[in-house]
Nanobody, 129 residues
Framework: QLQASGGGLVQAGGSLRLSCLVS????????IGWFRQAPGKEREGVSG????????YYSDSVKGRFTISSDNAKNTVYLQMNSLKPEDTAVYYC????????????????????????WGKGTQVTVSS
C-alpha cells in the first residue's frame, strides 16, 4: 500500500526528492509520515502531512530544508530534501495512519513510530561530505 522511492547518493548541499505512492485508502482521512533510521540509531520522525487539511509537521533537524507535499491526482506524497547534510544519511520510510492527528502529534516523541500502522519499504539516502 505504500511504496517509497527516490533515494540515492548525493553530495552535501545537494537535493533529493523522495516519493511515497499510496494505495488502499478510500478517503483523505489519514496522515502520511516520513521517518528515517540511521545505523545504530532509533527511528526518527522527520515530516508528516494530514491529507484532509494539509497541515504539516517537521522535526527541528529538517525544518527549513525539507518540504512535504501531496499530489492527490497521483496518490503520491513527496519529501523534497534540500541542503542535505551527511547526518541526513539514513534509510527513509513512509508510513500511513488513519488516526491521523494522533500519529502526527506523536512524531516529535521517541517511539512515535508506534502510532503508525502502515509502512512501506525504505529507500536509502546517502549524503557524502
Amino acid at each position: 500500500q505504500l511504496q517509497a522511492s527516490g533515494g540515492g547518493l548525493v553530495q552535501a548541499g545537494g537535493s533529493l526528492r523522495l516519493s511515497c505512492l499510496v494505495s488502499g485508502f478510500t478517503s483523505d482521512d489519514y496522515a502520511i509520515g516520513w521517518f528515517r533510521q540511521a545505523p545504530g540509531k532509533e527511528r526518527e520522525g522527520v515530516s508528516g502531512i494530514l491529507k484532509n487539511d494539509g497541515r504539516t509537521y517537521y522535526s527541528d533537524s529538517v525544518k527549513g530544508r525539507f518540504t512535504i507535499s501531496s499530489d492527490n491526482a497521483k496518490n503520491t506524497v513527496y519529501l523534497q530534501m534540500n541542503s542535505l547534510k551527511p547526518e541526513d544519511t539514513a534509510v527513509y520510510y513512509c508510513a500511513a495512519e488513519k488516526r491521523a492527528a494522533r500519529a502526527i502529534a506523536a512524531m516529535r516523541f521517541q517511539n512515535g513510530e508506534n502510532y503508525w500502522d502502515n509502512w512501506g519499504k525504505g529507500t536509502q539516502v546517502t549524503v557524502s561530505s
